[in-house]
């Protein structure tokens, strides 16, 4: 059997900005060619971060390879959609297309065209002047006209409508249907839900889990209690534990350990979809 390529390699990431604020804390994931990642987490989480240290844009500790090598050695093999995008402030669409054909020998100006054409971005109109959404349908439109082997995009659909949104996660799956691999940044669980194969969820700097949603679905369960059980429950039993109200959501493995749930009046026992995963992993990160 054939061991796919891995794309990606990272191994005890730690980024730390001036003033001491922690960034990125101890992150480790790993990633196979011809899959669609999600990094998921709500803003401020650290996942702009986790990309501009895979690019090499940000000095940071650990280890980061991206196939097998440093990221200078195959920068040429990946396309970035940034999360900031001010690159093209003065420049008009025509002009913006002009200079990606310069940055990359493999870009497709006839393809950028048709998506730019399918965003109706006016050709003439100064970039800086765009909406947001505009802004991001014209950094997708170059991103994805490269030929490359690793897509990096961050947040590729804010600012855009519902149906243009849905238009643009079909064009990063018809990536992978030709052997790309991707990795995107969102907070938006439907997404993830429709596009990843598998995702990474970061909060507070660190990956809180690493699977696809049939893995939660069969590793996990949700306990919903009352606040004022929160005695019975046994720390080491509890994945997660977050606060609401006047009830208690926890997250536990679905193993031998939950026969304790069942024995506590009001409680109840459920299978996890990552909307709720998500908002409890994040409940209990903050404390809340």
């Known amino acids: 059997m054939e061991i796919p390529e891995l794309t990606l390699k990272i191994s005890n990431l730690k980024k730390t900005y001036p003033g001491e604020v922690q960034a990125v804390r101890g992150v480790s994931l790993e990633m196979e060619s011809q899959r669609i990642y999600a990094l998921l987490g709500p803003n401020g989480a650290g996942k702009t971060t986790v990309l501009k240290s895979i690019l090499g844009f940000v000095d940071y500790s650990g280890s980061v390879e991206v196939f097998g090598s440093d990221v200078d050695l195959v920068r040429n093999r990946l396309s970035f959609v ?11 669409v025509e002009k913006a297309l002009r200079l990606a054909s ?24 100064k970039i800086g002047t765009f909406s947001n959404g505009m802004k991001t349908a014209l950094y997708i439109s170059l991103a994805l006209s490269t030929d490359s082997d690793l897509y990096i995009l961050d ?40 596009i990843a194969d598998e995702f990474f969820i970061m909060v507070n700097g660190r990956v809180r889990f690493a699977g696809t949603i049939d893995g939660i679905k069969e590793k996990y369960r949700i306990i919903h209690m009352p606040l004022k059980k929160r005695a019975n429950i046994e720390s080491k039993s509890a994945f997660a534990v977050a606060e609401e109200l006047n009830r208690l959501s926890i997250i536990v493995e679905n193993n031998e350990k939950i026969e304790e749930f069942y024995r506590i009046d009001d409680a109840t026992i459920s299978v996890p ?16």
């Open 82 to 92: 940034p999360e900031e995008k001010s690159f093209y402030e003065n420049l008009n």
């Open 102 to 125: 310069k940055i990359s020998g493999s870009f497709d100006g006839k393809h950028a065209r048709e998506l730019i054409n399918h965003y109706k971005l006016p050709p003439n109109k």
């Open 273 to 288: 979809d990552l909307e709720e995963f998500f908002q409890i992993l994040v409940r209990s990160e903050n404390g809340k």
């Open 155 to 194: 947040e590729p659909t804010w600012g855009l409508d519902p149906i243009l949104r849905e238009d643009t996660l079909e064009f990063i799956r018809e990536k992978v249907i030709v052997g790309k691999t991707v990795l995107y940044t969102s907070h938006i669980i439907p997404e993830v839900e429709r």
